[in-house]
């Protein structure tokens, strides 16, 4: 059972359009990362959200968690060839640091 | 960059063997994390280590052993490669606030 659901899996886009990535769990958590990973790298984060309702933005990518602390939105505007990439969600289980990831959104943005 | 090198970046091998993948930090984390990364199933956490000689085991641990004899370095042991441990594996390293740095990946091979 996966305790992360991320939706969808793949998107893609034209440059300029929006999108809107989603992650969701049964099950409430103190915190949740969004990272973002090119192709032969690894993952890097982007931002981390704590508080319930919290709204974080980073240039054209606005981050969302949600009220109840289950779930979190990536609305990316103008979506750029640049933001080409595999987005994964994670939830901090808050024993040392383990997290556990969503499988990942792939994301294409055409020219 | 975090300082943080993995090697080999490749290796391809034949089932049967034993191989083991090196994570090198130059941060002084405490904390250090393995994670394979799947179609379909995001990143998995095999081991992670808490300090030198502190290890505990992740959600897919079974055919994998780790040793951390030294700050910097954590090992990943496979002690008879099979073809289901063909994967790209992960190391990261954490100050324990669940925010993590990962190292660019080995690609293992099990033929």
């Known amino acids: 059972t996966q305790l992360l659901e991320q939706s969808p899996q793949f998107l893609s886009i034209q440059e300029g359009e929006n999108l809107t990535v989603y992650c969701n769990s049964s099950?409430?958590?103190?915190?949740l990362q969004w990272y973002r990973q090119e192709p032969g790298e690894g993952p890097v984060l982007l931002v981390t959200v704590v508080t319930g309702g919290e709204v974080k933005k980073l240039k054209r990518l606005t981050f969302q968690f949600g009220d109840a602390r289950k779930d979190s939105s990536l609305h990316i505007t103008a979506a750029q060839p640049g933001d080409t990439g595999l987005y994964l969600c994670?939830?901090?289980?808050?024993?040392?640091?383990?997290?556990?990831f969503g499988q990942g959104t792939e994301l294409s943005v055409k020219p | 960059d975090a300082g943080i090198t993995q090697s080999p970046r490749h290796k391809v091998t034949e089932t049967g063997t034993p191989v083991t993948l090196r994570c090198h930090q130059t941060e002084n984390h405490r904390y250090m994390y393995w994670y394979r990364q799947d179609p379909g199933h995001g990143l998995r956490l095999i081991h992670y280590?808490?300090?030198?000689?502190?290890?505990d085991k992740g959600e897919v641990s079974d055919g994998y052993s780790v040793s951390r004899s030294k700050t910097e370095d954590f090992l990943l042991t496979l002690e008879s490669a099979t073809s289901s441990q063909t994967s790209v594996y992960f190391c990261?390293?954490?100050?324990?606030?669940?925010?993590?740095?990962f190292g660019e990946g080995s690609r293992l091979t099990v033929l």
């Open positions: 099950s409430v958590f103190s915190s």
């Open positions: 280590s808490y300090g030198v000689k502190d290890t």
């Open positions: 990261a390293i954490s100050q324990g606030t669940g925010e993590l740095f």
């Open positions: 994670a939830l901090n289980r808050g024993q040392g640091g383990k997290l556990i």
